[in-house]
């Protein structure tokens, strides 16, 4: 290990930025980045150790993923719905409504509205289930462990399969590409740091990965690929904010992981992965509760240091979601409320919100 002072200096000047490191006390630490990482990506090796913070969360118990949500309550649901490549804006209701507005056509008014798509504390987690098309599939998650998917390629409209056996205690859904067959898998994180992948190549039937010692209830799941070989890599960042991964390449071990950055942010910010360099590889980025985004993109000397830190783009109660909403490659910056939902494409760099779209019931 050799300890790298990281000076944390953002590309971007002037006095925003500079309260912004000083409201965020994690940029501005030793960063413990594990030497084999500075050299030749073929020649990394596991660091040893890894294992975030312990303790507190054996005794913890299930709890319930999802508060109590209201009927009425909605929650934006970004994908690409019509295989354009372009995420179309969505949201899910907690009485089982699509609501999509597909890019193609401009954004300003629901395309679609497809009602029948809900279930008891349901947590939407819309992907390409299959690989018959380039659309996302509607499909939710219970915590009683079914999965519910309503498959584009013969239309939606009613639920197609509902697969059971998901549940893990006090769980949240983390589907994605883990083995890079062109199909999301079913996926979840328990409360206690188990991460469970069942393959969708080989049929959606058990369990293929369980891999231990991801965390404890405080970390945040944060899969993504961040090596760009097409598989999604086991991550999480911690209260303390230590990034994790574990990449797919060389399989999951219990506790070991095969990065670990400090430095990015305690637990009021929100972790937003997305590829915003479009290099195929993830990029390790925070939102802050005041609307600053920090992003280190992956494509430069690696991480550690902050690349972009746009401000105000999203104070207060909103939902980031990033997403490639143009197709230039590049996630977008991008938050919805209830009422709005704000993009500042990648192209032109974050000056500002590119598009305003209000959001009709
Ligand atoms: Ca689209
Ligand atoms: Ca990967
Ligand atoms: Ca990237
Ligand atoms: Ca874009």
């Not at 009927?71 to 995420?87: H, I, K, L, N, Q």
């Not at 990034?243 to 972790?271: C, L, N």
């Not at 909103?318 to 409320?337: C, F, H, L």
Request: glycine share 14%; hydrophobic share 35%; charged share 25%.
């Amino acid at each position: 290990m050799r300890p790298l002072l990281a000076s944390r200096t953002p590309r971007v000047g002037g006095l925003a930025a500079g309260l912004l490191l000083t409201a965020l006390p994690a940029c501005n630490v030793i960063l413990d980045i594990p030497e084999p990482h500075c050299d030749m990506p073929g020649n990394m090796t596991r660091p040893d150790g890894g294992t975030p913070p312990q303790g507190g969360d054996d005794d913890a118990g299930p709890r319930p993923p999802v508060p109590d949500t209201p009927a009425d309550a909605r929650v934006p649901v970004p994908a690409d719905y019509d295989g354009d490549r372009r995420a179309d804006l969505a949201m899910w209701t907690a009485s089982g409504t699509w609501l999509i507005d597909y890019a193609a056509n401009g954004f300003g008014s629901w395309d679609e509205r497809i009602g029948g798509h809900g279930a008891p504390d349901a947590v939407p987690v819309p992907a390409r289930y299959d690989d018959a098309d380039l659309r996302a599939d509607l499909a939710v998650w219970t915590p009683t462990g079914k999965w519910y998917v309503d498959y584009a390629a013969n239309g939606y409209g009613a639920w197609d399969d509902i697969y059971d056996g998901y549940a893990a205690p006090g769980a949240v859904p983390v589907p994605g590409d883990y083995d890079g067959a062109g199909r999301a898998d079913l996926a979840v994180r328990s409360t206690n740091g188990t991460w469970y992948v069942d393959y969708a190549a080989n049929g959606l039937t058990g369990w293929d990965v369980i891999r231990t010692g991801t965390g404890n209830e405080s970390a945040r799941a944060t899969p993504g690929d961040y090596d760009g070989d097409g598989r999604a890599d086991i991550s999480i960042k911690s209260d303390g904010g230590v990034w994790y991964i574990d990449r797919a390449d060389d399989g999951y071990e219990p506790a070991i992981w095969d990065e670990q950055y400090a430095g990015y942010g305690w637990a009021d910010v929100t972790p937003v992965p997305a590829d915003y360099d479009g290099d195929h590889r993830t990029d390790l980025t925070i939102k802050g509760p005041d609307g600053a985004w920090f992003i280190d993109y992956s494509h430069d000397q690696g991480f550690g240091t902050w690349n972009e830190i746009p401000t105000h783009h999203g104070e207060g109660a909103v939902v980031p979601v990033p997403a490639d909403y143009d197709r230039d490659g590049k996630a977008d910056i991008a938050v919805a409320s209830d009422e709005m939902w704000l993009i500042d494409y990648a192209v032109g760099g974050y000056i500002g919100w590119d598009v305003q779209v209000p959001l009709t019931p």
